[in-house]
Structure formats: structure tokens, C-alpha cells
């Protein structure tokens, strides 16, 4: 199978989107995130990404408010604000059963670093996987375009709950 390198902005808009088809869970207490990581303990792959909330002040930074991990079937957005690293999410990223992949793993957890000490073991980091196969672009939404010939749809999946889920407290 021949993998293209690249993909333009212009096609970019064309494909059709697509949209996250299981169900997604607001993980805001130790309860929730207990039975959370157990039901992620038990699946082989998981995806993992996680949220910062910006700082525009120079030598202000923020922690991590927002770590999202995912299976093929269940999205679970934890507010680390509201329910820090707990020690289940640790054993978690440090499980090495469980395969973690995400983009700019290093970023993610250097910043979960920040929340508490862990040892992440088995994970993937996309952009370098995806450079085996000659692909060049580094954005997963270009990353998933090439690949599943659809679109990511951002917009569509952050609409129904950024202000609640996003937001510092």
C-alpha cells in the first residue's frame, strides 16, 4: 500500500468529517475516575492527549487541567483540576500491558510530571510511528486525513462541553 507524504490545506477542507462514534464521559471525582481507569486497564490500546490552559503572562505557566484518554469505544475527559493525577491514572500510564499513543506524548507528560511522579511505560508517540511509512505531516488532524481519507471534526466534538470541561474550575 502506498501511504501519501503529505496533504494541502485545500484538500484538507474537501474530505468529509467524521466524528468520535462511542460515548464520552466528564470524569470529576476520585469515584468516577476509579471506575474510569479500571474499564481502561482492560483494553490492549488506549489513545491519550491532555489540555493546558494557555498562559499570555511571561514565567506564568498552568498545570495540566484536562487529560484525555480514549478507547475504541469510550472517551473519558478527566478534570485533573478539579480530581489531580490520582494514583489509579498513575498505575495507569504506568501499566505496561496498556498501550499508549498519542501526539507530543513527550509535551503531555512532561506536563503531567508537573501533577505527580510516574514512570509512563509502552507508549507510542504518532508522528514518530507514522514516519516509517513516509508521512511527513505532524498535525494528527493531516495525520487522520491521510490515513482515513476524513477530517477530524474539532469544532463539532469541543462544542457541546468546552466551557465546562475546558475552563480552570
Known sequence: MIVRRTIDKD?????????FPGRIYVI??????????AYLQSRSVIGIDSETRPSFT???SHKVALLQISSEECCFLFRLNMTGLTQPLVDLLENPAVIK????????????HKRAPF???????????????????????????????????????????????????
Not at 28 to 37: D, G, I, L
Not at 101 to 112: N, R, T
Not at 123 to 128: K, V
Open 58 to 60: 511571561k514565567g506564568q
Open 119 to 169: 514512570t509512563q511505560q509502552s507508549c507510542i508517540e504518532l508522528q514518530d510511528y507514522v514516519r516509517q511509512f513516509g508521512i511527513q505531516d505532524k498535525s494528527l488532524q493531516k495525520i487522520y486525513a491521510i490515513l482515513f481519507k476524513e477530517k477530524i471534526s474539532k469544532s463539532q466534538r469541543l462544542s457541546n462541553w468546552e466551557a465546562d470541561v475546558l475552563s480552570d474550575g
Open 101 to 112: 499513543v498519542g501526539l507530543s506524548l513527550k509535551d503531555d507528560f512532561m506536563m503531567l
Open 11 to 19: 484538500e484538507l477542507k474537501e474530505l468529509p468529517k467524521t466524528v
Open 28 to 37: 470529576q471525582s476520585e469515584a468516577e475516575t476509579e471506575r474510569a481507569v
